[in-house]
C-alpha cells in the first residue's frame, strides 16, 4: 500500500508518495529542481528505502513556516538561505545542533558558533539582462546603472519581502549607501528610486526568468549561479555582468530543524551535500560555489575557476546587516514599494 501525507500534498517528490515501511527525508528549499533532483535521487540510491521531498519556496518563506510549525515540525531539513536568515532561525531555537565532518574546512564566518548552521555554497548576486536585446556592452555594469533612465519600466524584481536573495541585495546596497554608518535613509532613497524603473515585481524565480526571456523586462537582479544555470540548460537568451565595484556575496546554508522526524537520515544528507563530492557535483553541474577552502583548487571546474577573480565582495557589516535588515525591510515594504514613480523619481 502506498500513502501521501496530507500535510505534503504541495511537495515536489522523486518518488511520488511512499511505501509504508519507507523513509520520508523532508526538505524546506529555495534551490531550483535540476539540483533537488540530482541530489535527491544520488542519496535515494545510497540509501534505499529513502525518499526525498521538498518544499520550494522562498528562504523567508521557509523561515516564516518553520516559526508556524514549532509546535509540530514537518521539515527535516533547511536547505539554502542566506546566513542572515540562518541567524534569525538559530535565535529563533528552530536548529538542532550538529557538527557535520567537514565543517573543519569552512572559515568562522561561514559557520555557526553553535553548530546551527553551515555554509554550503557561496552566492555572488549579479545583473541580469536579456542578451537578443540588450549587449554585454550595453548592460548595466554596476549597480547604479540599473537607475538609468534608460532602464526605465525595464526592471523586473522578484518579490523581496519572500526572497533571501533580494533582501541580501537590498540590505547591502543600504549599507553601501550609508557609508558604513548603518544609517538607512540614502539607502532608502537609492531603493526609491530603484522602484520607479521596476515594471513589476515577480513572484517566484521561474516566473522572473519566464519573463525576462519574453522580454516583458531586460534586466534584473539575481543570483549568479542561477543565472549560469539557466544559460547551461536552456535557451532563454539570458546573460549577466558582474558588478566590478563589488557585489553581494551570500554564504548560503544547510541545517538541521529541530524536531526532524528522521534526524538520522538528515545529518546523512547534510554530511553528503557539504562533502568533496557533494561540492564539486554541484559546482560541475550547478554552477555552485564552495563556501569551504579546503578543496584543491585543481578539483574546480574551469568555469569556476575563470570566474572566481572576477568576485569582488562588496565589503558590509555582516553583524549589522543581520540585526537590521528586518526593520529595512518591512520599511521598503510600507514606504517605497511603489512609491517611486509619485515620488517624482524619473
Known sequence: MRRC??????????????????????????????????FGERFQEANPGVTVQWLDMGSQEVLDRLRSERANP???????????????????????????DWADGLPADRRDPENRWFGTYLTPEVIAFNSAVVSPQEAPQEWDDVLDPRWRDQVL???????GTMRAIFSSIIYRESE????????YEW?????????????NPTLLYQKLARQEGLVTLWAMP????????TDYPIDYVIPSQGTPVVIDGIALVR????PEMARAFIEYVGSEEGLILAAEDHFRIPARTDLDPESLPDWLREALPRIREMPVDNDLIRERTPEWMRYWDSNIRRRGEASGYE
Open 157 to 163: 524584481i522578484r518579490e523581496p519581502m519572500a526572497s
Open 191 to 203: 531603493l526609491l528610486r530603484l522602484d520607479a524603473q521596476t515594471k513589476e515585481y515577480v513572484l
Open 180 to 187: 558604513g554608518s548603518g544609517d538607512p535613509e540614502a539607502g
Open 5 to 38: 501525507h496530507p500535510a505534503f500534498a504541495v511537495l515536489l517528490s522523486l518518488a511520488g508518495c511512499v511505501a509504508d515501511s519507507g523513509e520520508v527525508l523532508v526538505v524546506y528549499t529555495p534551490h531550483g529542481r535540476d539540483l533537488l533532483e540530482d
Open 74 to 100: 514537518q521539515a527535516d531539513i533547511w536547505w539554502g538561505a542566506p546566513a542572515e536568515i540562518f541567524v534569525q532561525g538559530a535565535d529563533d531555537d528552530l536548529l538542532e545542533p550538529f557538527e557535520p
Open 259 to 262: 524536531g526532524s522526524r528522521n
Open 226 to 233: 542561477d543565472i549560469e544555470t539557466l544559460i547551461a540548460t
